[in-house]
């Protein structure tokens, strides 16, 4: 994983959310021209032909964007190449997107050719099993992040029965100041979408500092669920949309209707919510923290209802921790059925791909 090089980006398409499977792939590849789609679903070997094509760029000199895979740590569903105007990903199941031009922008690689079906024959009841079991786990585990999302709304019931909206909204123009001023861009506004991180099978996982490092100025915004926070980025979002700026919009792993982070690349601005699971505290000497508690909510809320916000604090990290483990055992048969894929592929019809997949992306 190339983590620390200047030209690379890391974060989500997809998400296990409390909503279940949702992706914002069709948002992340807009402007490509070339988008590689591995079909096939065979566990395992996406991954390395997208992870050898992404660290060839980057030995070319290219800007490369990992595309993670919240199913399984330290895999990739995809590579953006902005240079080439190209992306590949992983086409398999519950990945989605919405085609352009079949054949022209979108090429279609089926990876069961690289496969040796008589070498799986002995594995077929196993991998059937397999399959269900994933399918099985990776829905229970959308299931208890819905649990999670429910206590969360009621945890967020008690603090925006204590908003002060007035003062929340006031914040909202004052942000928005800070980050526009009077000034508008004569353009079109792009509109990226995406997750800055995701539930995985290690529990909760994020890009913050490597997607703010190349920010002027950061802002970290605290509180309480419920305090107005993403309301604030959304605002912000709907501001660079209006005024002509671009904007990379990042949105909440758990509740994908909720935003986590707002980078405005042309400002050199970037805003996000800095609270558990994804806190971070001020690093930079330009970093400023926006207490929204403090701004809006009602002093002494927290001393109020203490037992009852301890209660939901507990129910909530019962039902993520418990989506977790589920995870985790479907990423233990999502490893299980990549070894048998692995084994039963055809190395020399695995390089042909490999090849096929960098001379499409103008990596040859």
Not at 148 to 175: F, G, P, S
Not at 261 to 280: K, N
């Amino acid at each position: 994983m190339n983590i620390g090089h200047a030209g690379v980006r890391h974060f989500y398409a997809g998400g296990n959310t409390a909503r279940g499977y949702r992706s914002f792939l069709d948002s992340i590849w807009t402007g490509t021209e070339v988008r590689i789609i591995l079909t096939g679903d065979v566990e395992g070997l996406p991954s390395q032909l997208i992870q050898e094509a992404g660290e060839r760029a980057i030995r070319q000199g290219l800007r490369v964007e990992w595309i993670h895979s919240p199913f399984v740590n330290g895999t990739y569903d995809g590579i953006v190449l902005p240079d080439r105007r190209a992306a590949v990903v992983d086409g398999g199941y519950p990945r989605q997107f919405q085609t352009r031009a079949p054949g022209l922008i979108e090429r279609y690689l089926d990876l069961q050719e690289a496969v040796d079906r008589e070498k799986l024959q002995p594995y077929r009841q196993e991998i059937v099993t397999l399959l269900e079991r994933i399918h099985t786990l990776t829905t229970a585990a959308q299931q208890s992040f819905a649990e999670a999302l429910r206590v969360h709304d009621d945890w967020e019931a008690v603090y925006i029965a204590h908003l002060d909206r007035t003062k929340a909204n006031q914040v909202a123009e004052e942000t928005v100041q800070l980050f526009f001023g009077n000034e508008k861009a004569d353009k079109p506004a792009r509109i990226r979408r995406m997750y800055l991180g995701a539930a995985t099978p290690d529990g909760p996982r994020d890009f913050v500092p490597l997607l703010t490092a190349a920010a002027e100025k950061r802002y970290l915004i605290k509180g309480r669920p419920g305090s107005g926070k993403s309301t604030i980025l959304k605002r912000l979002v709907a501001e660079a949309e209006a005024r002509g700026f671009d904007a990379e919009v990042y949105h909440c792993g758990l509740d994908p209707n909720s935003l986590d982070m707002v980078v405005l690349p042309e400002r050199g601005l970037a805003i996000f919510d800095s609270t558990a699971p994804h806190e971070y505290f001020p690093e930079k000497e330009t970093d400023e923290v926006i207490d929204m508690y403090r701004r809006a909510i009602e002093p002494g809320t927290d001393e109020k209802y203490r037992e009852k916000l301890m209660r939901f604090r507990t129910l909530y990290k019962e039902a993520t921790k418990k989506g977790t483990a589920q995870l985790k055992e479907a990423e233990e048969a999502r490893n299980r059925l990549a070894r048998i894929y692995r084994d039963a592929a055809d190395r020399e019809k695995v390089s042909g791909l490999q090849a096929s997949v960098c001379q499409l992306l103008g990596l040859a």
